[in-house]
Structures are given as C-alpha cells and as structure tokens.
C-alpha cells in the first residue's frame, strides 16, 4: 500500500492527505463547502479509496474545514494567497 503523503494543488488549496491515517469515513466530503472533494484511486488504512479535491466545478477554496473536522487528522491545507 503507498502510504506516502498525495499532495495536490487545487484552486486556492495545497490539500495533503495522509493514507496512513485515512480510513474513508467521508466526512470531510460531507463538510467541503465546496463539494470539491471525492474518491481517489489511491487506498488508505483499512484499503478504503481516500479523498482528493477536483470532483466539482467549485475550486478548492483553502478554508481549511475538511482538515478541522477530519477525525484522524489526515488532511493538511495550506492557502495559496493570489494578491489578484
Ligand atoms: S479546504 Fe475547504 S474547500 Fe478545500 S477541500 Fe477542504 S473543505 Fe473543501
Ligand atoms: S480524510 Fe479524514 S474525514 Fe476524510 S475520509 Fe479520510 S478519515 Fe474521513
């Protein structure tokens, strides 16, 4: 199983997801105001598809609610400031 972080540069969004600690539960899919967020090809803990952003015709905003509500702390986002 790769376990290494999938980085991923989406809107205004540098989304990390962990699969070491994504068990696939969806709640963060439930939370993005966005709805950005979908399942990946890439498998997490228990060989359940993660999340990644592009699944939506709403950009990645870098708000940073999916990280907040992540149970297992397996998301990382990181705003991108566009002076624009
Ligand atoms: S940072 Fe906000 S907009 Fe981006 S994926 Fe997470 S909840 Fe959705
Ligand atoms: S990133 Fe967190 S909230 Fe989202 S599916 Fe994985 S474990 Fe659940």
């Not at 972080?5 to 068990?23: D, Q, V």
């Not at 592009?54 to 609610?65: D, M, V, Y």
């Amino acid at each position: 199983m790769e376990l290494k972080a999938i980085r991923t540069e989406e809107g205004r969004g540098i989304f990390t997801l962990f699969p070491g600690l994504c068990k696939g539960c969806g709640l963060c899919m439930d939370k993005c105001p966005t709805q950005t967020l979908g399942w990946s090809e890439d498998l997490g803990l228990y060989g359940t598809p993660v999340v990644e952003p592009g699944h939506s015709n709403k950009e990645c905003t870098g708000c940073g609610i999916c990280e907040t509500f992540c149970p297992d702390c397996a998301i990382k986002v990181e705003r991108i400031n566009k002076n624009t």
